[in-house]
Nanobody, 115 residues
Framework: VQLVESGGGLVQPGGSLGLSCAAS????????MNWYRQAPGKERELVAG????????NYADSVKGRFTISRDNAKKTVYLQMNSLKPEDTAVYYC?????????WGQGTQVTVSS
């Protein structure tokens, strides 16, 4: 299993950024996918999740209405569109999938929201 995130960077408060996670090494369309984030000095937290077919999504309260998770099973890619970004959204963002008792993580991509 390999998960490779991309799309992080520096953005001003109120701006937008889109993250992508390219998956390989497993049957992507069979598994739910998640985005987590970890800010300095804080625990890793679940940001958003999406079911295998993309029919169900869930979000942390802190990002509801601002972030949108989606997936393209043909491209084996999951996305996170982040709008109205706030300084408190600054973190390393990780792509994740859980298969049985195993959890797989990408290497993470840094998102910094600052003026």
């Amino acid at each position: 299993v390999q998960l490779v995130e991309s799309g992080g960077g520096l953005v001003q408060p109120g701006g937008s950024l889109g993250l992508s996670c390219a998956a390989s090494g497993f049957t992507f369309s069979r598994y739910g996918m998640n985005w987590y984030r970890q800010a300095p000095g804080k625990e890793r937290e679940l940001v958003a999740g999406i079911s295998s077919a993309g029919l169900r999504t869930n979000y942390a309260d802190s990002v509801k209405g601002r972030f949108t998770i989606s997936r393209d099973n043909a491209k084996k890619t999951v996305y996170l569109q982040m709008n109205s970004l706030k300084p408190e959204d600054t973190a390393v963002y990780y792509c994740n999938t859980r298969q049985g008792e195993s959890a797989y993580w990408g290497q993470g991509t840094q998102v910094t929201v600052s003026s």
